[in-house]
């Protein structure tokens, strides 16, 4: 059972940056693919963005294109989640999760990964 934890949240003002971080617990198949979801007050999980262990294959979200950014250590088993001109909509609990692969059409999740963080809360003020 991979475990991931994830760090970085916290307080940031509209237009600033934050750098998400999370570390797997082990390496393998577990964590071929390792990405970020969201949940905001209210709303459905949604999906951010996530890379494949070579970072040759990022599938984005819609809320990702353009301001997010992710990139991988796999010596260290760690992604990271760059998030720059944050807006106030951009506040929830960022997840991590991880997983043997991934599947998405059009920007939208639909399976493949198996492993979930406990998250960690962005908040954006206006």
């Known amino acids: 059972q991979v475990q991931l934890v994830e760090s970085g949240g916290g307080l940031v003002q509209a237009g600033g940056s934050l750098i998400l971080s999370c570390t797997a617990s082990e390496s393998g198949s577990a964590i071929n693919v390792m990405g970020w979801f969201r949940q905001a007050p209210d709303k459905e999980r949604e999906f951010v963005i996530a890379?494949?262990?070579?970072?040759?294959?990022?599938r984005y979200g819609d809320s990702a294109r353009g301001r997010f950014t992710i990139s991988r250590d796999n010596a260290k088993n760690m992604i990271y989640l760059q998030m720059n001109t944050l807006k106030p909509e951009d506040t929830a609990v960022y997840y991590c999760?991880?997983?043997?692969?991934?599947?998405?059409?059009?920007?939208?999740?639909?399976?493949?990964?198996?492993?979930w963080g406990k998250g960690t809360l962005v908040t954006v003020s206006s």
């Open positions: 999760s991880s997983g043997p692969r991934i599947i998405t059409r059009d920007g939208q999740y639909s399976g493949g990964l198996e492993y």
């Open positions: 890379q494949t262990r070579s970072g040759n294959n990022t």
